[in-house]
């Protein structure tokens, strides 16, 4: 994936991460252009989801810090790749995903791309600079997926599947304070954009 090691927008690199998920289905390649918090987040919603697998707590973070890490030969590493492909299969139900133009940054780290389902909106075509472009009037609402990338120094980095950072703890532990029990999962459904 060239454009996270370009000086290219956030945007198409989310763009990019999209199109390796959805059309191509390569899990291993869009985990490597993942920050290790959301790999290690998502990893741990996948075992969280599997429930009582017979594995101690420690067994357990130590097969989430495998299967987060970027090379790994994990047995389940396929079951866990085909389940969160399957994850966004409802993403791909419509045509081209076009980029949301406004600059939404999050903090200095990183900015929120919406990604929007080009084919299906219903907003005005303009061609701009001989480009194709959807217009959407300011009253109305955009709707869309909105994902969290992070530049780096040598690129950008995917940070989040929704609106928000992920953060680790996706099962209890018997150090966890009660607090740290209601820590979410990372979001791998996407909610719409205000």
């Known amino acids: 994936m060239a454009a996270a090691l370009s000086d290219g927008s956030a945007g198409e690199f989310v763009a990019a991460w999209a199109d390796v998920v959805l059309n191509?289905?390569?899990?291993?390649?869009?985990m490597q252009v993942a920050t290790p918090e959301l790999r290690l987040a998502t990893v741990q919603l996948f075992l969280?989801?599997?429930?009582?697998?017979?594995?101690?707590?420690?067994e357990r973070d130590a097969v989430a810090a495998d299967l987060a890490s970027i090379n790994t030969s994990n047995p389940i590493w396929?079951?866990?790749?085909?389940?969160?492909?399957?994850?966004?299969?409802?993403?791909?139900q419509g045509g081209r995903l076009g980029v949301g133009t406004l600059q939404r940054p999050v903090d200095i780290d990183h900015e929120r791309i919406v990604l929007?389902?080009?084919d299906n909106s219903p907003h005005e075509i303009r061609v701009v600079n001989g480009q194709e472009i959807k217009v959407r009037p300011a009253e109305h609402e955009?709707?869309?997926?909105?994902?969290?990338?992070r530049r780096t120094p040598t690129g950008w980095l995917l940070a989040s599947y929704g609106e928000e950072l992920p953060e680790q703890g996706g099962h209890r532990s018997s150090g966890d304070t009660q607090e740290q029990r209601r820590?979410?999962?990372?979001?791998?459904?996407?909610s719409r954009d205000q």
């Open 142 to 149: 955009l709707r869309g997926w909105p994902l969290l990338a």
């Open 24 to 30: 191509h289905r390569d899990w291993t390649l869009a």
């Open 78 to 92: 396929d079951d866990y790749a085909a389940a969160l492909l399957g994850s966004f299969d409802e993403r791909r």
């Open 116 to 118: 929007i389902d080009y």
């Open 183 to 190: 820590r979410p999962a990372p979001h791998l459904k996407a």
């Open 48 to 58: 969280h989801s599997l429930g009582d697998i017979g594995l101690s707590n420690a």
